[in-house]
């Protein structure tokens, strides 16, 4: 069971065994999910980066993380409330002086821009999640995927477990991460309990959820844990330590610099 994110990559990861995965791009210097910020992405060699998918109004997979604009334009209203054409006259920079004018990407623009060049985690939002399988969001995105011949470089996560199994009832040899929502499982569940019910491939959670427990679980199992979203050095080192397989983080050049000099995980 299990497939971890840099067995996805383009190229050896700077330390063996684990992935430095880019969230929502490199987004603590560009804005988030744009293709400025997955070029710089790319220029700070992060091995992975992760994206946010939903649909617009004329069901087109664009790459936004919250389902109101508000926040990363400053407009009103919902994603899926516009056309992509209108979601495109947005300005999705306008928090960076430097990036004013930057628009909102489509899943396809951005699969163009990475092929090749960075893995990518798709995260599926539960907003975009409907009950059926063919013809929703997943199977727009695996469609895409292999358009541009990605396949074996891409990861698909959720919250919303429908999600994941849409994931591999379309395509089966799809690598799916679950992302840890206890509001969908039992206290009672682990981890490996979870990804196994879901047939997924890894476990992702955020730095507060993790502990020893679930860690020495996982690894019993073969689950590979990546963890999410992590700026700060200390953190990171600790979690490193811990033996995870890969962390989100808005700095990825700072999370490469600090994988580098941490020291070898004795297990």
Sequence with gaps: MGRPCHTLLFRQPAREGFAVIAHRGASAYFPENTLLSLEGAIDMDADMAEIDVLLSR???????????????TGGRGRVAHYTLAELKRFDFGYRFKAARGEQIPTLEEVLELCAGRIALNIEIK?????????????????????????????????????????????????VTAVLYDDRYYLRTQ?????????????????????????????????????????????TMRRLIAMGVGG?????????????????SVVR
């Design 190 to 234: 682990t981890p490996a309990a979870i990804v196994e019910h879901l047939r997924a491939d890894a476990f992702n959670c955020s730095k507060e959820e993790i502990t020893e427990k679930w860690m020495a679980d996982c690894a019993a199992h073969g689950v590979p844990v990546n963890i999410y979203t992590v700026d700060d050095e200390k």
């Design 126 to 174: 539960s907003g975009a999640v409907q009950d059926v399988v063919l013809g929703g969001v997943e199977e727009l995105c695996i469609d895409l995927v292999y358009r541009h011949g990605m396949e074996s470089h891409v990861a698909f996560s959720s919250f919303d477990p429908r999600a994941l199994l849409h994931c591999k009832i379309i395509d089966p040899s799809a």
């Design 247 to 263: 962390i989100f983080s808005n700095r990825p050049d700072v999370l490469r610099k600090t994988a580098l000099e941490a020291p």
């Design 58 to 72: 004329d069901g087109v997979p664009v790459v936004v993380h919250n389902e109101r604009i508000h926040r990363a």
